[in-house]
C-alpha cells in the first residue's frame, strides 16, 4: 500500500514538474487523434497473445491526449505473431499514464495507470496530427458557379498529380494542406 501510494506520488511530483517545462521522463503518444492505444500489465503483449495469458490484463488505453511517463528504458522482446508464426524483436518502455475522456453519453471517465506500451507508439515531442482543423481563420471558401468551381478542381487536381509521393507522410500531408486548403475541391 505505501508502496503504490510512493508511486502515485512521484507520479504527482513529476506530472507538476512537467507543467512548468521539465519534461525528463515525459513522452507523448504518436497517434492521430482519437485514436487509443493498449497498455499491458506485461511487455510484448497484443490482444491475440494477452488473451491466452492468465497473468495478462490490458490496463489502459490512452490516447495523445493523456499524460505520460516513461519509467523505464526500452526493453527488447522476441515476439512471436500469432498468425504467421515469425518472431521479432520488438522494444516496449513501461509507462505511467494518466487521462481523461468524454464519452458519446456526455459522461467523463478518467483512468490513471501503468503498464507497457509498444515503443513505436512514443516519441520526445508532441507530435501535430496532420488531419483535423490546421487552417488558419483567413481562408474562406466562395461560392461560385458550377463552371468555375470545375475550372478550380481541374486545377487542383492538377497540383495534386506534382505532388511528391516519394517524400514522408508528413511532408506529402504539408504539400497536400497547400494546394487542398479548407476547399473541398
Request: glycine fraction near 8%.
Amino acid at each position: 500500500m505505501v508502496q503504490k501510494f510512493l508511486k502515485w506520488f512521484v507520479f504527482g511530483i513529476l506530472l507538476v514538474l512537467s507543467s512548468v517545462g521539465w519534461t525528463q521522463g515525459q513522452v507523448f503518444l504518436n497517434t492521430e487523434d482519437g485514436q487509443v492505444v493498449s497498455v499491458f500489465s506485461k511487455p510484448g503483449m497484443t490482444w491475440e497473445t494477452c488473451e491466452g495469458d492468465s497473468n495478462c490484463n490490458a490496463v489502459g488505453w490512452p490516447d495523445n491526449t493523456a499524460t505520460i511517463l516513461a519509467l523505464s528504458d526500452n526493453k527488447k522482446i522476441r515476439v512471436k505473431d500469432p498468425h504467421s508464426g515469425k518472431t521479432t524483436e520488438e522494444s516496449y518502455t513501461y509507462i505511467l499514464f494518466q487521462y481523461e475522456r468524454k464519452l458519446a453519453s456526455g459522461a467523463s471517465i478518467s483512468q490513471k495507470g501503468e503498464g507497457w506500451i509498444d515503443s513505436a507508439y512514443l516519441s520526445k515531442s508532441k507530435v501535430k496530427s496532420f488531419f483535423g482543423n490546421q487552417i488558419g481563420a483567413s481562408e474562406t471558401c466562395s461560392d461560385s458557379s458550377p463552371q468555375s468551381a470545375e475550372k478550380k478542381a481541374q486545377k487542383r487536381a492538377e497540383e495534386l498529380l506534382q505532388t511528391n509521393t516519394n517524400s514522408s507522410i508528413s511532408n506529402i500531408a504539408e504539400q497536400l494542406e497547400g494546394v487542398v486548403g479548407a476547399c473541398v475541391i
